[in-house]
């Protein structure tokens, strides 16, 4: 009898009991059995129309949460997690305030308190202008590049860029790095962190800037020189990495999709811990980015090997980026050189030939 006000049945019911309708009539219309409308009838007869009400009605929810809860929670919102969205405030209530509570009640709670969730207030764009690319199917494969210049430290704070990638398989992030701008130096420490935790990936997928594309300064139109390498590119051609380029940001939307997310979330993680410098956020970083993965980013497939394996060993000391390095080929070692710190070398387990060009 779901959807029937008690007042309707109670009418149905005693038309059917005066018989004024029959019994198959009744049932009918209630969209009940006529052996559960003659229960009707007899418990009609009893306790009258109180029957028809549902056992519940009038009892206060067990998973009701208390006024003092509530109270908690928005104190909580407005002071200390003030800016979050509201699934980045469940996930710091329940796990780093310990306040088991699940997203619609957490949301009629602020909503009610007069909060707007600041995510979910962005103008949305129709999802079938740019049709969506399919995924690389092997981690590693190819991974999206940028930078993205916004107030990650404050709003009132001068704007810094955040350089990173993303895996097009599985969405990891990595590599993300602050500087003032985005420069070389940004994306030398973003590949440093790449190579370090997960190897040699086979091809970047970024914009054309200057970066990665070399650009006649005469030529009024700023065509590209493909004969011509960037420092980026020389380092990246040495280290068997290919890259692609493009104009088009629709192209790299998971890059893109990925600025989105953490212009939501890291600012806030910044502003939560306190952190207003460069050097200090650089620091945060890898914590950030291990906890971000674990929500976000899918396993890598299992069912087909990657193409080429990514992994490599991590030498004594950490890479300092400052100037393009050299590299050698050793058999099964690379030794990357970079100006005024000591050689590092890391093993390469993967199946890919050196490039002939760095033998």
Known sequence: ????????????VKKAIKGTISTREAATKLGISRQYLNRLKNKYGEVGGSCFAHGNKGKERTWKTSFDLEQVIVKLYSEKYQGFNFKHFLEKLNEVEHIRISYQPLYRILAEAGFKSPKGQRTRKPSNIHPTRPRKENFGELLQIDASSHNWLGANAPKTTLHGAIDDATGTAMGLY????????????????????????????????????????????????????????????????????????QAKGRIERLWGTLQ???????????????????????????????RF???PNQERK????????????????????????????IQILWKGTPAHRFQWEGRRNQPKGDR
């Open 178 to 249: 602050f500087d003032k701008e985005e420069t070389l130096n940004g994306y030398y420490n973003m590949l440093r962190t790449i190579l370090l935790q997960y190897g040699i990936p086979e091809t970047f997928y970024t914009d054309n800037r200057t970066i990665f594309e070399y650009r006649k300064a005469a030529d009024r139109n700023g065509s590209i020189d493909k004969d011509v390498q960037t420092q980026f590119r020389r380092c990246c051609q040495q280290l068997g990495i290919g890259i692609i380029t493009t104009s088009v940001p």
């Open 306 to 333: 990657p193409l080429r394996s990514t992994s490599i060993r991590e030498g004594n000391q950490l890479l300092s980026f400052g100037s393009p390095p050299q590299i050698n080929w050793f058999g099964g070692f």
């Open 264 to 294: 939501s979330r890291l600012t806030a993680e910044l502003a939560l811990n306190y952190i207003h410098t460069i050097d200090d956020a650089n620091a945060f970083l890898p914590s950030f980015t291990v906890d971000f993965n674990r």
């Open 1 to 12: 009898m779901k959807g029937f006000s008690d007042r309707f049945v109670e009418g149905i």
């Open 297 to 299: 980013a899918d396993s």
